[in-house]
């Protein structure tokens, strides 16, 4: 596996999943997402559409298990966990209400891995508030920018976040959505890989 970057020395390692956010994990914005994507799209073609991000996280899902890492070792990142001190009954309860991303954690977490708040709460609000808006809103350039900026936001935090939390040989695994990127963002000591993206672009 090649990282995204190169690095004279390696002490940690971030290994990337890229994730497709499920209706599950939209939480209360569930409802005003499928609405829009259904009026947009048509009920069969958002039907479709779930059922591959079902098929595309049940491949992730295997991957993950198949990576052959010392747990005790690892530390767990989430896309959109919030540093709040009760991230695993967050995660719990997400799971518990079908999601894979969130089942997958708690499998982990089975094997010895560590659950790390990842996030801002005061950035998740901000662009929750922000997403409310924009469901309603058709490609405007300032909403563009304003998602733009906040997306690069959360990469700084989320960046600094594991720069600052993963100690000297421990690996972390991010699950993290497409539209992320950490790759020039992160210390230099770390190395990133994105098995999965790099899988892809071997096969074509």
Known sequence: MNSGRETNTVNRVVIQIPIIHTQVDLGSL???????????????????????????????????HSLQLNFAKVKLYQDGLPICGKEQQIVRDLAEQGSINHQLLLDLMAKGATLMGTESSELLREEYQFTKVAITQKHQQHTLEKAKQLLLQR????????????????????????????????????????????AQNNNQ
Do not use: C
């Open 30 to 64: 569930a409802a005003s997402v499928s609405q829009t994507q259904i009026h947009q799209q048509g009920q069969q073609a958002w039907a479709q559409q779930q059922a591959l991000i079902t098929q595309a996280w049940n491949e992730i899902k295997q991957f993950v």
């Open 155 to 198: 990469d700084q935090f989320i960046a600094e976040r594991i720069n600052s939390t993963l100690a000297e040989q421990e690996t972390a695994i991010i699950f993290l959505g497409m539209l992320h990127s950490l790759s020039s963002l992160l210390a230099n000591d770390i190395q990133l890989i994105n098995p999965i993206a790099d």
